[in-house]
């Protein structure tokens, strides 16, 4: 009934992406930002489309696109971060990471990430608090819990100094014990 409609193509390219109908996908998804072009969340869904065909560079210009549209899309800055990640620009990555768990503090995926880029950095501190704060959340989380004692763990073994490495082996075992 309402063909020319941006949410009824965006859902047809959705549709179509799920059954792996790349070319109508796509089709569906442009022809939803040629209605929508404010809309934010067609660039994400044609980004999604299109990283998932290993079409990076492209994604990244929707999901670009998507950000300028609406700069609150917590998934788009987590997707940003990854290809970020990929391309080993670490401070990218990280500023990318802490964009989307500054939006979305319960989403433990971002925090996640940005402590993996502390965690390279050396910046035990930061990333321990990023996992702490999910933690904080759901005290019973084994997954975080986990995280915490490998963090402390690879602290440990990179310690410079016994009282370093003491503190480090404290943690590890304490978060560690809860697995």
Known sequence: DFPDEAIVHALLGLAYGRIDDAGRAIDELKRAVELAP???????????????????????????????KNPVLDEAWLKLGDLAMERQDLVTARQDFAVAAHLSP?????????????????????????????LDRDPENLEFSLRLGVLHLDHFLKAKGPDERDAAATQARKYLSKV
């Open 38 to 68: 404010d809309d934010g969340k067609n660039h994400l869904y044609l980004a999604q489309l299109y990283e998932g065909h290993q079409r990076g560079k492209i994604a990244e210009e929707h999901y670009l696109k998507a950000l300028e």
């Open 106 to 134: 319960d989403n433990g995926e971002a925090r996640a990430r940005l402590a993996a880029i502390y965690q390279q950095d050396g910046n035990w501190p930061a990333a321990a608090r990023e996992l702490q704060a999910m």
